[in-house]
Structure formats: C-alpha cells, structure tokens
C-alpha cells in the first residue's frame, strides 16, 4: 500500500475529530469523534451514535454533516477516541466505513492507524475491490460482473 505524507493539515483534522469527541463525549453514547476536510477547505465534525438496536460509526454522521450542508468533494477522513483525559487516539475505519469513504471518493486520503502508526492512505487504497452492484458497473461504463462458476459442495 501507498502511504501518503502526513502534514500539518492532518494535525488540524485530529485536533477537529478530537475536540468534538471531547465536547460531546457521553459514555455508552458518544465515544468516537471524526473529522473530515472537504475540497472548499472547510471542515465537518460528527460523533458516533449508539443505541439499542445498532450504532453508526462517527465517519458516517460526519459525512452525512457535510453532505447536508452541501459539500460533494472530500479531502481527508480522520476518527477519534478519547476517555477522560486520555490523549486522543486515532481510529483505523471499520470495513463498512471503508465501504463508505470509498463510496465518496476514491481519493479521500484516510488517516488511520497500522502497527501501532499514524499512516494516511487513499480510501481506494484502504478497500481495494469495492462492493458494485451491476447497475453500479453499468453506470460507471464498466461490464457486468462475470457469472460466478463456483460449484457449491
Ligand atoms: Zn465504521
């Protein structure tokens, strides 16, 4: 994988993700914070949400902010946590938000956390081989996935 460099921008970004989480933390509520840069430069921020029947990750209600307020282009992506005084800790995405970014732009440089270090990827890095559904393939211009031949035993 590609690593890209990481600089002062993603030091804002933390520092947005972990200043959100810090006001908003809640426990069993509010854990995780996110950030995200859109192309107009403006920042978004949103935390996580749990309840009884599932949660939503903090990069999901932080892209959905941006998307609502009107932003289509996206920079970078960074998720937090925090415990009570804790320094803040960066997050690797889980899969589903992977889906997501990626779903947003092949290019969105992630931030996330590989052996114990901060590294920044681009989403189609992180998540090679999207989920497409056909319609998706026909619509981007590509053919429909091949006929799976596999023999169920
Ligand atoms: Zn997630």
Do not use: W
């Not at 996580?48 to 932003?71: K, P």
């Not at 938000?97 to 931030?111: N, Q, S, W």
């Not at 990827?121 to 090679?128: C, F, S």
Request: aromatic share 6%; with cysteine.
């Amino acid at each position: 994988m590609e690593y890209l460099p990481l600089t002062d921008q993603d030091e804002e970004l933390i520092q947005a993700a972990t200043d959100v989480i810090r006001r908003n933390f809640v426990l069993g509520k509010h854990h995780v914070g996110a950030a995200m840069r859109c192309t107009s430069g403006k920042i978004y921020t949103g935390v996580h949400l749990e309840s009884r029947a599932h949660d939503i990750c903090a990069e999901a209600v932080t892209i959905g902010t941006a998307v609502s307020a009107g932003e289509r282009q996206f920079d970078a992506i960074v998720a937090v946590t925090v415990k009570d005084g804790d320094p803040p800790v960066v997050l690797s995405p889980c899969g589903g938000c992977r889906e997501l970014i990626r779903f947003y732009g092949d290019d969105i440089a992630v931030l996330f956390i590989q052996d114990g270090q901060l590294r920044k990827a681009r989403a189609a890095d992180l998540l090679p081989g999207p989920y497409l559904d056909p319609k998706d393939r026909k619509r981007q211009g590509g053919e429909p996935p091949p006929a799976c031949d596999a023999k169920l035993p």
